[in-house]
């Protein structure tokens, strides 16, 4: 979903920043669409220790994607990492990237989102939960993940996405927005 996205705003020459790159999944995606419009991917990711497994091309650079120095982009995706910013430094990050997207351009959004309360935000957790053990994951990995995140991930609420992006996906606790220029 998200290299389609990128097939359709990403420019001949045009840069692209993947925030929250962890080993490169999402470079190794687009790789093909990189190397056909002639442009350049950017990674950053904050950890020394899981950039060391990167794989997805282009550069890579590691530290705080707060305080990084963004230059004019055509896409931008932060990919199940805003998450893993603290609250009160995402609205920042999604400033920046607002000010600095090319006419034409986006930014492409996937995260986990905080559940409403009551029967529908359980539905939303089984779905979720669900959706994982088909994808492979075994009950005990899952319940040890999830537990070795707290404190670590807190999911977006429901005011940290503008009302300017546009909703594309949704499964469970997850779910994806994009905006244009």
């Not at 091309?57 to 990919?79: K, P, W």
């Not at 603290?86 to 905080?114: A, F, M, N, W, Y």
């Not at 040890?144 to 996906?169: A, M, T």
Request: neutral net charge; charged residues 20%; hydrophobic residues 40%.
């Amino acid at each position: 979903t998200v290299s389609c996205i990128v097939k359709n705003y990403l420019k001949k020459g045009g840069l692209v920043y993947d925030i929250g790159a962890s080993t490169g999944n999402i470079g190794k995606s687009i790789s093909e669409i990189l190397y056909s419009r002639m442009a350049n991917l950017v990674s950053i990711e904050e950890s020394a220790d899981i950039a060391r497994n990167y794989v997805g091309g282009g550069e890579l650079f590691i530290g705080d994607a707060v305080e990084y120095e963004y230059q004019e982009f055509s896409v931008a995706i932060c990919f199940l990492s805003l998450m893993f910013i603290h609250p009160t430094k995402r609205s920042l990050l999604l400033k920046k990237l607002k000010s600095r997207i090319e006419s034409g351009g986006c930014i492409i959004i996937v995260d986990k989102q905080i559940q409403p309360n009551g029967y529908l935000g359980s539905v939303f957790r089984r779905l979720t939960m669900e959706w994982k053990l088909l994808g492979g994951a075994s009950q005990d990995s899952l319940a040890s993940k999830e537990l070795s995140l707290s404190g670590i991930q807190r999911p977006l609420s429901h005011n940290e996405i503008y009302p300017d992006f546009v909703e594309f996906f949704r499964i469970g606790e997850f779910a994806g927005w994009i905006i244009e220029k």
